[in-house]
């Protein structure tokens, strides 16, 4: 199956527009709780935070945001020293951050959803195109750092 090229942070905005369009048409799977609401908009800010630093840190490095093109060079530093796709983790944040601050079930669903397209669809590309273009040190990184967390 193959899926239409979407740039992540618009996959992002259509999964969280699905949310909240959810959220308001089954009212009925809401759980309020105070302490939701302050988890909720913690997780939101610190994805908020990891995919700005994440990205600053390309812009840095002068490699391309673009999953599509062609990477100049792999940045192992920053958010990148625990993670290899701290861009994506912090938009799952923000994913999760939004299900737990609606206190929606059902919404937390997209969070789990877009992990998955992400490594399918995503990664494993992005991935091969660095392995192909940077090698043994490519592959030492990936042995060192977990593709998530």
Request: hydrophobic share 55%; net charge positive; aromatic share 12%.
């Amino acid at each position: 199956m193959k899926i239409p090229r979407l740039p992540p942070l618009l996959l992002v905005l259509l999964l969280a527009i699905t949310m909240l369009v959810l959220d308001r048409a089954l009212p009925q799977f809401r759980i309020h709780h105070p302490a939701f609401a302050c988890l909720g908009v913690s997780l939101i800010a610190l994805g908020a935070l990891i995919v700005l630093a994440s990205a600053g840190l390309f812009r840095l490095r002068r490699t391309t945001l673009n999953p599509f093109g062609e990477p100049a060079t792999f940045v192992q530093d920053g958010f990148y020293r625990f993670s290899r796709n701290p861009m994506y983790l912090g938009m799952v944040l923000v994913l999760a951050g939004l299900g737990i601050w609606l206190g929606n079930l059902p919404a937390l669903f997209f969070a789990p959803v877009f992990v998955a397209l992400m490594s399918r669809y995503y990664i494993a590309r992005e991935e091969q195109l660095l392995d192909v273009r940077f090698g043994e040190a490519y592959r030492v990184y990936c042995k060192r750092v977990r593709r998530w967390i």
